[in-house]
């Protein structure tokens, strides 16, 4: 059994920006069911959804900050989540990045430096909780320091950085550097400095023992100039060391017992389906129509996730036979011009700006088509919820997109192994026809009523990744 302390920026259901949440959620949870000691760190934000009062478990000084340590359980499951409690820098109005105007913290160097600091503290049994850490397991940049500072420790646990994000990277200039009093031999060019800045992520690509990314296609697209950031040498030097595991998906997403949905379903009765698209036509004041091909989007609205193609290829998207509902928040001039079209368009299209757990569960249920056009996907959930749910995606062939959705061809109808619907290149046009050849194979019953029932097979479980995560714990030590 290993004693395992990840760490985290966000988990699902207490805080969730993206996906990171819900692999915060399900991986430490699988490991748990797989008989290891799983325990989570996560900053004590403002707004965090509990159930009960957390319960105050150590007081520490840590870098000259006064910090509380209360402890919680995360729902449903038997680990053990450690709250970093330090209401200078988190118990702030926003989200855990950025202020209630979109804008980064200035302080956010400050904020996760603190935070790695005291998951240092935890994992090397110096917070009185009478716990030492067999493995750090570290997530995006928010944690990259953890890697770099262990590193100097003696006797200290090994560790694993996840790379969720490559595009978000904690770079800061070397005064704000200054201020986090970080030991000179980590300021070299051999870690932490970046173009006579620091990077948090490069701390942990550098300094963890092994490094892995969220899809085995990832871990190659990270190691080219195009999605390496910058840091695609560091990335190719330790690509021995490096490793792509798919993320899983969570229990929750599951059409038979889903509660948040009109009609539950399986594979066998997917006839029943249609009632979840009446219900969301209806909720979104769309005209009820069984025939016309439901697509439908929820995401992040940010150019990673290839809206702009959309949008490009929107008011002639909306000429077929086909309606669309859109679901997400982001950069404001995605929203404007989403809500413009939607606007111009009431009767083929529903936008709703924000962000809505429910909707989200409607939307996969009801939809016939789920659409995810990403210029870069480290893995992509949403896409596999949505297999699970019998909604076929189309995909940009990128990342976790690759590696998680089979085109639809001939071959792949033969076998049934065909999920859903792959186009290459990152254009407006290329997103287009995959929408007419779902359209077209759309109006033949049979054929479409397979490839669901291809998609609904497919195992996306936590076990099988949390297996993987294990082995490799098992190789450092
Ligand atoms: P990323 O982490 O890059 O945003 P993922 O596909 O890994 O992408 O995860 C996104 C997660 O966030 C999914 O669980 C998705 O359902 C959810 N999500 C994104 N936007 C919204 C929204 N506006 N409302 C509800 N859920 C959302
Ligand atoms: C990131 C990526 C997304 C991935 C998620 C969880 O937010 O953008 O592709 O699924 O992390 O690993």
């Given amino acids: 059994m290993k004693k395992i302390?990840?760490?985290?920026?966000?988990?699902?259901?207490?805080?969730?920006?993206?996906?990171?949440?819900?692999?915060?959620?399900?991986?430490?949870?699988?490991?748990?069911?797989l008989g290891q000691e799983v325990r989570l760190v996560l900053p004590n934000y403002h707004g965090l959804k509990l159930a009960n009062r957390p319960e105050l478990v150590s007081l520490l000084r840590v870098d000259g900050h006064t910090v509380q340590l209360l402890e919680t359980m995360l729902p449903g499951s038997n680990v053990v989540i450690w709250l970093v409690d330090c209401p200078k820098f988190f118990d702030v109005e926003g989200n855990p990045y950025v202020d209630v105007f979109g804008n980064s913290y200035k302080d956010n160097a400050e904020r996760f430096?603190?935070?790695?600091?005291?998951a240092i503290e935890i994992a090397m049994n110096r917070a009185q909780l009478d716990w030492k850490a067999d493995i750090v397991h570290c997530n995006d940049w928010q944690t990259g320091l953890i890697p770099a500072l262990l590193s100097l420790e003696y006797q200290?646990?090994?560790t694993v950085f996840t790379v969720h994000n490559m595009a978000y990277q904690g770079i800061f200039s070397g005064l704000t550097a200054a201020m986090l009093h970080l030991p000179g031999q980590l300021l070299s060019v051999h870690g932490l400095e970046f173009h006579g800045m620091i990077s948090f992520?490069?701390?942990?690509?550098?300094?963890?023992?092994?490094?892995?990314?969220?899809?085995?296609?990832?871990?190659?697209?990270?190691?080219?100039?195009?999605?390496?950031?910058?840091?695609?040498?560091?990335?190719?030097?330790r690509s021995d060391d490096l490793m792509g595991i798919i993320n899983g998906i969570d229990?929750?997403?599951?059409?038979?017992?889903?509660?948040?949905?009109?009609?539950?379903y399986t594979a066998n009765s997917l006839q029943t389906k249609s009632v979840n698209k009446t219900a969301l036509q209806t909720r979104l004041n769309l005209p009820v129509d069984g025939s016309v091909l439901l697509l439908s989007l929820i995401s992040r609205l940010v150019e990673q996730k290839g809206i702009d193609m959309l949008l490009d290829c929107l008011p002639e998207l909306l000429l077929l036979p086909v309606q669309i509902v859109i679901l997400g928040s982001g950069d404001k001039i995605f929203e404007q011009r989403l809500f413009e079209l939607a606007a111009a368009y009431p009767h083929k299209m529903a936008l709703t700006l924000g962000y809505n757990e429910t909707l989200a569960h409607q939307i996969e249920a009801g939809a016939d088509v789920f659409l995810m056009p990403s210029r870069f996907e480290p893995c992509g959930l949403n896409q596999m919820?949505?297999?699970?749910?019998?909604?076929l995606p189309i995909v940009r062939h990128t990342g976790g997109l690759a590696d998680t959705v089979v085109d639809t061809l001939p071959e792949t109808m033969a076998n049934h192994t065909a999920t859903g619907f792959v186009f290459n290149d990152a254009h407006a046009g290329t997103l287009l026809e995959a929408v007419k050849r779902a359209t077209l194979l759309h109006s033949f019953p049979e054929v479409w009523q397979q490839l669901q029932t291809n998609a609904m097979s497919r195992d996306f479980s936590w076990q099988n990744s949390a297996e993987q995560y294990l082995a490799l714990y098992e190789s450092i030590e």
């Fill in 156 to 158: 200290c646990p090994a």
């Fill in 5 to 33: 302390l990840f760490v985290t920026s966000e988990v699902y259901p207490l805080i969730k920006t993206g996906g990171l949440a819900d692999v915060s959620n399900g991986l430490p949870k699988a490991l748990a069911s």
């Fill in 251 to 264: 229990g929750e997403w599951n059409p038979e017992t889903d509660p948040l949905i009109a009609q539950n």
């Fill in 385 to 391: 919820y949505s297999q699970r749910y019998g909604t």
């Fill in 113 to 118: 430096a603190l935070f790695c600091r005291v």
């Fill in 201 to 237: 992520l490069k701390g942990g690509i550098a300094y963890a023992d092994k490094i892995t990314t969220v899809s085995p296609t990832y871990a190659q697209d990270i190691q080219t100039p195009a999605l390496g950031y910058g840091l695609e040498g560091l990335l190719v030097y």
